[in-house]
């Protein structure tokens, strides 16, 4: 079975400062990675993906994310955030060889950006 | 904007009376999804089709029935409304392959009084 966790369910920071969004994944089988941002009252969207290869990814608006194998880690980083990076973000897993292509969803971290 | 509608978008209801919520794609992928979403919980899966009549269950199925009778809607029914299923609820819909982008519906926000 797979698990996501995403240790911080609130993260507050100024704007124009860097952020780190944790997130933490248990497979027993090889899985693909994404990022997905939920901005008030809106679906989910996609912020970024590890397939394979190189282990930095980089997405929209900005963002980017490091897979580290070792450490089963795909943390998201944002350089200098703005106000209107203000959401919950929601880091997935897929196992690769799932015929259901299912998404396996951590419990979300919201980003509170403030002036 | 991938071409997800779901209806409706916000409901209140009884318990113990049937709901049903729908979803439409206009993109013709072959899977759809029914997920809630929970403070806390993150999404989770309620059940999934991979085709016309082709149906199961995910990780949190009990109270609910889907059906599939068209590609392009895939109906959610709870069957008698409880209170634990007052949620948010996301349809998504993705082609084939676990290496692809999931593309999500604007929600449908359940009340279950």
């Known amino acids: 079975a797979q698990s996501v966790t995403q240790l911080d369910s609130q993260v507050p920071v100024f704007e124009e400062a860097p952020v780190e969004l944790r997130c933490n994944y248990s497979?027993?089988?090889?899985?693909?990675l994404f990022w997905y941002v939920q901005y008030p009252n809106q679906g989910l969207q996609l912020l970024l993906k590890?397939?394979?290869?190189?282990?930095l990814v980089k997405g929209i608006n900005g963002f980017e994310a490091e897979f580290n194998k070792s450490q089963t880690s795909f943390h998201l980083r944002k350089p200098s955030v703005h106000i209107s990076d203000t959401a919950e973000y929601f880091c997935?897993?897929?196992?690769?060889?799932?015929?259901?292509?299912?998404?396996?969803f951590g419990s979300g971290t919201r980003l509170l950006v403030r002036p | 904007d991938a071409g997800i509608t779901q209806s409706p978008r916000h409901k209140v209801t009884e318990t113990g009376t049937p709901v049903t919520l729908r979803c439409h794609q206009t993109?013709?992928?072959?899977?759809m999804y029914w997920y809630r979403q929970d403070p806390g919980h993150g999404l989770r899966l309620i059940h999934y089709?991979?085709?016309?009549?082709?149906?199961d269950k995910g990780e949190v199925s009990d109270g609910y029935s889907v059906s599939r009778s068209k590609t392009e809607d895939f109906l959610l029914t709870l069957e008698s409304a409880t209170s634990s299923q007052t949620s948010v609820y996301f349809c998504?819909?993705?082609?084939?392959?676990?290496?692809?982008?999931?593309?999500f519906g604007q929600g449908t926000r359940l009340t279950v009084v």
């Open positions: 998504a819909i993705r082609s084939q392959g676990a290496n692809t982008e999931a593309f």
């Open positions: 497979s027993s089988v090889s899985v693909y």
């Open positions: 590890y397939l394979s290869g190189s282990t």
């Open positions: 997935a897993v897929t196992p690769r060889e799932d015929s259901s292509y299912k998404l396996i």
């Open positions: 993109e013709n992928h072959r899977y």
């Open positions: 089709s991979y085709g016309v009549k082709d149906t």
